[in-house]
């Protein structure tokens, strides 16, 4: 059972670090077989959470037959209507099964209540955004949120998930969405589950690079999460929008649960460019070191929307072709959460601080700290000046995090000597 007190999540007493990996379309498009192996992989990684929507994603692969979520009928212009006030028995009797296989292997099942196509007014279902001509069901009509969210909750309670709420939706008032309609559909959401479940764990999963949550639906929640998302600033935001929510006084977890994925398009690029290990590795430390330290999620090109060369009904998605899911299983950078992980466990169990940015030679250079340890995170290779945080001179740990080789550092008049780095570098001092 997961709680939470202070920063931090909790399993059975236990700091529990959320290292999700990101698979919305499981319930769907995933056969058993797959997913056994799925989930073996990952648990050997080191992720002890999945994150899941829990009815269809509209913009993954094509489902199995039998894995609609409601009686579907199809369109000629490709959208299809669900008849929501019937439920396909087949469909959530087969999720229970994937969440059962997750529970033998000590997983925590992270679900997504209700996406953001499935609510009027929000960006997905903008008539003049990119989405538009996407085929995506009706939204669900506001009388049918309770009996379903009633039913989902009763049936998948017993897995101790966390929830969460919303999926990918903003609140911003932009004029591309209307938060009022979004607030009255999401408070009616959580209001349903915690009826059913009021010991749940409720976050909501708010759209990329964006901190806006209404105050009726921020004061449901356990804990804080985001995405830095996929775009040009992404990395940016990693940083800047857990330093703003603790100078704004926010005091419990903070989670970035949607790093750039690995393998996707960055959205913005003037140059077509895949996301590499390297930019997940480099936007996970930093906003680590910046006070999202409770966890992180993790995502590949392939595995989230469940990509099979050898299935029909792929998606191009607009961008740059989906990985096959069996080659994103050899992706780097889910090796590199799982050390970023025990790392934070090893050194920081007992939680960290950031560092004042002002008193780091460079911003790009990101530092937190506790009573034992300074760990600082410098993204290319080259002396990093810390003489304005007092360290002493001596011996230091460096780790080069594209090797995971551990060096032996030095420290002279505040200076940590450059080591034969190619990328980037986890440098740990002890105090």
């Given at each position: 059972?997961?709680?939470?007190?202070?920063?931090?999540?909790?399993?059975?007493?236990k700091r529990f670090f959320y290292l999700a990996d990101t698979c919305w379309g499981a319930f769907t498009s995933v056969t058993m077989p797959d997913w056994k192996y799925?989930?073996?992989?990952?648990?050997?990684?080191?992720?002890?959470?999945?994150?899941?929507?829990?009815?269809?994603?509209?913009d993954s692969t094509k489902p199995l037959p039998g894995r609609e979520p409601f009686p579907i009928k199809y369109h000629d212009d490709g959208t299809y209507e669900y008849d929501y006030s019937q439920f396909n028995e087949e469909y959530f009797d087969n999720a229970e099964k994937m969440l059962k296989e997750m529970q033998k292997?000590?997983?925590?099942?992270?679900?997504?209540?209700?996406?953001g196509n499935f609510v009027p007014n929000t960006w997905m279902n903008d008539p003049n955004g990119f989405l538009a001509r996407a085929p995506k069901p009706q939204v669900m009509p506001f009388d049918c949120i309770k009996p379903f969210i009633t039913y989902v909750v009763n049936r998948f309670k017993k897995y101790n998930p966390i929830y969460f709420v919303t999926g990918d939706v903003g609140f911003d008032d932009n004029g591309k969405q209307n938060p009022e309609v979004e607030e009255k559909y999401y408070q009616e959401v959580v209001k349903a589950a915690?009826?059913?479940?009021?010991?749940?764990?409720y976050t909501f999963h708010i759209n990329g690079e964006?901190?806006?949550?209404?105050?009726?639906?921020?004061?449901?929640?356990?804990?804080?999460?985001?995405?830095?998302?996929?775009?040009?600033?992404?990395?940016?935001?990693?940083?800047?929008?857990?330093?703003?929510?603790?100078?704004?006084g926010y005091d419990g977890p903070i989670i970035d649960a949607e790093l750039c994925y690995e393998g996707l398009t960055q959205f913005g690029a003037s140059v077509p460019h895949r996301f590499t290990a390297y930019d997940v590795r480099r936007t996970?430390?930093?906003t680590i070191l910046s006070g999202a330290d409770a966890g992180l999620g993790y995502g590949t090109f392939g595995i989230w929307p469940w990509n099979d060369n050898y299935r029909e009904g792929q998606k191009e998605l607009g961008m740059l072709k989906p990985y096959d899911w069996r080659e994103c299983l050899k992706f780097r950078g889910a090796k590199d959460m799982g050390f970023l992980k025990d790392t934070v466990l090893r050194y920081a169990a007992d939680g960290l601080e950031p560092v004042d940015s002002s008193l780091l030679e460079s911003p790009t250079i990101r530092a937190?700290?506790?009573?034992?340890?300074?760990?600082?995170?410098?993204?290319?290779?080259?002396?990093?000046d810390l003489s304005k945080l007092n360290v002493k001179d001596g011996q230091c740990k460096i780790v080069d995090l594209q090797t995971l080789r551990p060096l032996e550092g030095s420290i002279k008049h505040g200076v940590v000597a450059m080591e034969p780095v190619v990328e980037d570098e986890l440098i740990v001092i002890k105090k």
């Open positions: 059972m997961i709680t939470t007190k202070g920063k931090y999540l909790y399993k059975d007493g799925y989930l073996d992989t990952r648990k050997r990684e080191g992720f002890n959470t999945i994150q899941i929507n829990v009815l269809r994603q509209y292997l000590d997983m925590v099942p992270v679900l997504v209540l209700l996406w915690k009826a059913v479940d009021p010991e749940g764990i964006s901190k806006a949550l209404p105050e009726s639906l921020a004061e449901q929640a356990q804990f804080f999460s985001f995405q830095s998302g996929h775009g040009l600033t992404g990395e940016k935001a990693a940083v800047e929008i857990p330093v703003s929510k603790r100078i704004e996970a430390w930093k937190a700290e506790n009573d034992g340890y300074l760990l600082v995170y410098n993204p290319v290779a080259n002396p990093v």
